[in-house]
């Protein structure tokens, strides 16, 4: 049976006595709920303390696209059954279970009777009241804005201590700060997309270069919902060559991401319009930046050239603003970073030479250009990130281009603070020596 508000109080035991007990949950429950912009983290911090102070086990479901249990808590850990958490069936708005009532906004409800369940999904909640036990149990919703966001579900099991009316109170003040919470967490996720949608957006699709092969990988900051100033590009010449950039204007917002489209969009028209050495063209980027008010940013950029015929040998010809220095990946698993070609920071001092350096690309070696964001972590001297690149790029050599990429990522960064960019280029095996042929 389930009760709604109406007609509370008959002087049952609360299951947390005393105004004292209330406020530090309270205060508890605030600073839990404050400290994540996740909506399935502020469910399970929540759940952790509503477990054992006001209940004997609680559970917290969000509504989405589907509706997914997210947390189930239980004064013995060793008592929740295995696959708990995960997808629920969906709620059936005409059914008359306190569990969809709530769903459909009611509440909070009072259930002291636990009959047999007629839905998919009154089913799977009686399912769990009968393995973890249920003398009372209140529901409520998790609303926020007129908007049903979710359910949570206080279960006690011991007849001497139930949850009565008289927790209504107190119930309904967390699910309101929840709902709040994770109406945040929500909007949070929605500008970070857009964000993260827009960033993308301006990135480049990699082009054929026949026997060559690239990759490219983008992967957002998760500290925060703006967008960034990190940027790669990858074109074909005119002459053949191909032109690969990686570089990182200086801020983390809106106007580094639109800065950052300029800077591409210049360098682009620069080098598709000049034959020239990366150096020279580095030097007319550099004045841009000078005489354009409107991009007062400074950024680091390394550009280079792919140069060579279609069946090799190649050369990297390039030349570095201030950037992180390429890295060079032989099949064998030799690393070199590739420091010469360095000067300042683009937006600095147009006057200043600029470098050009050449290596030679063997036969199977793999080029990478990133951004510090793959190799910068708090706390820690960038050095240490550097040692740690060439050698997960050592283990990596022999894996393909995109497995080489995503390697990087999986064992380089875990929850990144920055945005990360990378470039690779695969050189392929040396071409077999054209057959000689003679007359007799």
């Known amino acids: 049976m389930a009760h709604d508000t109406e007609g509370a109080g008959n002087g049952a035991v609360s299951a947390l006595e005393g105004p004292l007990s209330r406020l530090t949950l309270m205060a508890e429950v605030s600073t839990a709920l404050g400290s994540s ?63 969809e009532r709530v769903l459909a906004g009611e509440g909070p409800l009072l259930v002291t009777e636990f009959p047999e369940a007629a839905t998919p999904l009154s ?6 009241t009968d393995a973890l036990g249920a003398h009372t149990e209140i529901l409520i919703p998790l609303r926020a804005r007129r908007r049903i ?66 990759a ?35 801020g983390h917002d809106l106007a580094a991401a639109v ?36 991009i007062p940013q400074t950024a680091t950029v390394v550009y280079g050239r792919v140069e060579g015929g279609a069946g090799g040998p190649w050369q990297w010809h390039w030349a570095n603003a201030g950037h992180l220095p390429p890295l060079l990946v032989t099949d064998e698993g030799v690393t070199r970073y590739l420091d010469a070609g360095h000067g300042v920071l683009l ?47 050592a283990l990596l050599a022999r894996e393909s281009v995109d497995a080489f990429c995503d390697g990087l990522l999986e064992s380089m960064v875990d929850t990144p603070e920055d945005d990360v960019v990378l470039l690779a280029l695969r050189i392929p095996e040396a071409a077999a020596p054209a057959a000689q042929g003679g007359t007799g």
Not at 123 to 128: F, T, Y
Not at 348 to 365: G, H, I, K, N, W
């Open 37 to 99: 912009l996740d909506g399935d983290d502020v469910l399970r911090r929540l759940t952790r303390l509503l477990v054992p102070q006001l209940a004997d086990w609680c559970t917290a479901s969000l509504l989405g696209d589907r509706l997914r249990r997210v947390a189930l808590v239980h004064r013995d850990p060793g008592a929740v059954p295995p696959d708990t958490e995960g997808v629920l069936p969906p709620p059936d708005p005409l059914s008359e279970s306190p569990v």
């Open 123 to 128: 089913r799977a909640h009686k399912e769990l």
């Open 149 to 214: 966001l979710g359910s949570l579900s206080l279960v006690r099991t011991d007849p001497e201590r139930p949850l009565t009316e008289a927790d209504f109170a107190l119930v309904e003040d967390l699910a309101h700060r929840a709902a709040l919470a994770l109406d945040n967490a929500r909007l949070y996720a929605a500008q970070r997309d857009t964000a993260h949608d827009f960033q993308r957006a301006l990135l480049p699709e990699l082009p054929d270069i026949g026997r060559l092969r690239l």
């Open 216 to 250: 490219a990988r983008y992967t957002p900051a998760q500290a925060g919902a703006e967008v960034g100033g990190d940027w790669y590009d990858a074109l074909v010449l005119p002459d053949g060559a191909t032109a690969l950039t990686v570089g990182d204007v200086s």
């Open 259 to 294: 800065q950052m489209s300029k800077l591409q969009s210049m360098l682009r028209t620069l080098v598709w319009d000049h034959r020239e050495p990366p150096s020279a063209i580095m030097r007319r980027l550099d004045s841009l930046l000078q005489y354009l008010p409107s």
């Open 347 to 393: 937006g600095v001092d147009d006057t200043l030479a600029r470098l050009d350096a050449r290596t030679d690309l063997p036969p199977c070696s793999t080029l990478l250009l990133y951004t510090d964001g793959l190799v910068e972590r708090r706390g820690e001297f960038i050095e240490r990130g550097m040692v740690r690149l060439r050698q997960q790029a």
